[in-house]
């Protein structure tokens, strides 16, 4: 209960001076709350590949951390070194508590307390041994983080931060601090990338061709974000002071809405297509981190460099086939929903009004991922219809509660009642099982 209302005090003091999305994203990003957030901004931030921000996790806690350091150092007087220390770990686990409790935040805290002890003991350590420690510990108490998407690509982050940002950072050296810090924070986004695009390719079939521009204006303004945020939590009902720490919080939130919805709005901000076998993902993976750790032209290099192109060449084929794809799909709804791709144009069908289409759009997300076009929209709110497309002709006719597509040559008869079963060559919805479906969502033929 107490932790809930100091969840309710600190969520008061943000919305004592935000409103809107500016609001939705402060308690996104300072408490994990992410109810808010319209469907908009989650758009801005999948496209612009900074999803990874709205998740409280291994950056934010880094972050508070170094922040809450700073702070204590100037009370090293009063309170010592290791208690200070030992106080702000005791803050983290609260904070993780506050912001949800998430394997992402509980991996984020427990690494960063181990490090932050294991520098009190003053014995040498490597930070990577702490972070299959922590993963090893964390799925000791719960093996299902194995298969969460958070854990895979949280830790797939930090390992290539702690593998590669070094040799990444090492490939330029600035002598202007302002350059030398940026390029620092663009080797941090890389190394993390790096790791984690195969796996993201994998998951999510879309690549964010600008995510190193959208890295690196949220390095700088979320680390504003929160150290405004976590001292707007202390000023808040003092005047002038809690405003003005308002106003810094505002400015904020407004430029990296603002920065995310251009770059969203650039020529070619998303490449979408991705559809490939799960074993390139570690393949890629290591070709690109031996291509990082190596020297140019080594044998190693000159191996991973062949296998990474050879990978690479391969995703860009299959990408290729599936935008050009000639196919009928037909999507798993109560009501008879189907769609046609021949080449880049995708004609959808619905059995509603048109009225009713936009509610049936949510369906075409995932598929369009996976199978990118120009989709036009056809509703066929009747007994019986026909289309015709080039070569293509798709016919469909009502028999009781059975329906029937041909396309073609080609009869596909789909079930609308669990209780009638006319033969075993049915498709029965709205619940897919076949051999053919695309993750239980859509049949293919």
């Known amino acids: 209960q107490k932790i809930l209302n100091l969840h309710t005090y600190l969520s008061d003091a943000i919305k004592e001076y935000l409103s809107g999305q500016e609001l939705a994203l402060a308690q996104a990003l300072i408490l994990g709350d992410k109810s808010l957030l319209n469907q908009e901004t989650k758009s801005a931030f999948s496209s612009t590949g900074a999803m990874h921000v709205l998740a409280v996790s291994g950056m ?108 990444i950072a090492s490939w330029f050296t600035p002598r202007n601090r302002v350059l030398d810090f940026f390029w620092k924070g663009t080797s941090i986004g890389f190394a993390a990338q790096a790791m984690t695009i195969p796996l993201m390719l994998y998951y999510f079939h879309q690549f964010p061709n600008y995510f190193i521009l959208s890295n690196l204006i949220l390095l700088v303004l979320s680390g504003i974000i929160l150290g405004a945020g976590i001292t707007l939590f202390v000023t808040w009902k003092i005047p002038l002071v809690g405003q003005l720490n308002a106003f810094i919080l505002f400015v904020s939130l407004w430029l990296s809405l603002v920065s995310l919805h251009w770059i969203e709005g650039l020529p070619g901000a998303v490449a979408y297509g991705f559809h490939f076998p799960f074993f390139i993902v570690p393949l890629l993976t290591l070709s690109a981190y031996f291509l990082i750790l190596y020297v140019p032209f080594s044998r190693v290099w000159m191996f991973s460099s062949l296998l990474f ?44 009004s048109p009225q009713e289409i936009s509610k049936a759009k949510f369906m075409l997300d995932a598929y369009t991922k996976c199978y990118p076009g120009n989709i036009e929209w056809h509703a066929i709110k009747g007994l019986n219809g026909s289309f015709i ?57």
């Open 60 to 167: 934010h806690i880094a972050l508070i951390l170094k922040i809450l350091l700073y702070i204590a150092s100037f009370f090293y007087r009063f309170i010592s070194r290791k208690n200070a220390t030992l106080f702000i770990v005791l803050l983290l686990w609260i904070y993780a508590i506050l912001t949800g409790f998430s394997p992402s935040i509980i991996r984020a805290v427990f690494t960063f307390s181990m490090l932050a002890i294991a520098q009190l003991s003053g014995n040498n350590f490597r930070p990577i041994n702490i972070l299959f420690f922590s993963a090893l510990v964390l799925l000791i108490l719960e093996p299902l983080f194995l298969y969460d998407i958070g854990f895979q690509l949280s830790y797939l982050a930090m390992i290539g931060i702690y593998l590669t940002y070094e040799p």
């Open 309 to 352: 192109a050879i990978l690479l060449s391969w995703i860009v084929l299959l990408r290729f086939d599936n935008m050009s794809s000639h196919h009928l799909v037909i999507f798993n709804h109560s009501k008879l929903t189907f769609a046609l791709k021949n080449g880049e144009q995708i004609h959808c069908f619905v059995d509603t």
């Open 389 to 445: 497309l080039g070569n293509d002709t798709i016919t469909w006719q009502t028999k009781e509660d059975e329906k029937v597509i041909r396309w073609n040559r080609k009869n596909i008869p789909i079930q609308f009642s669990a209780t009638h079963k006319s033969d075993s060559k049915s498709i029965y919805m709205p619940w897919i099982e076949h051999p053919k479906s695309l993750k239980y969502g859509a049949i293919i033929y």
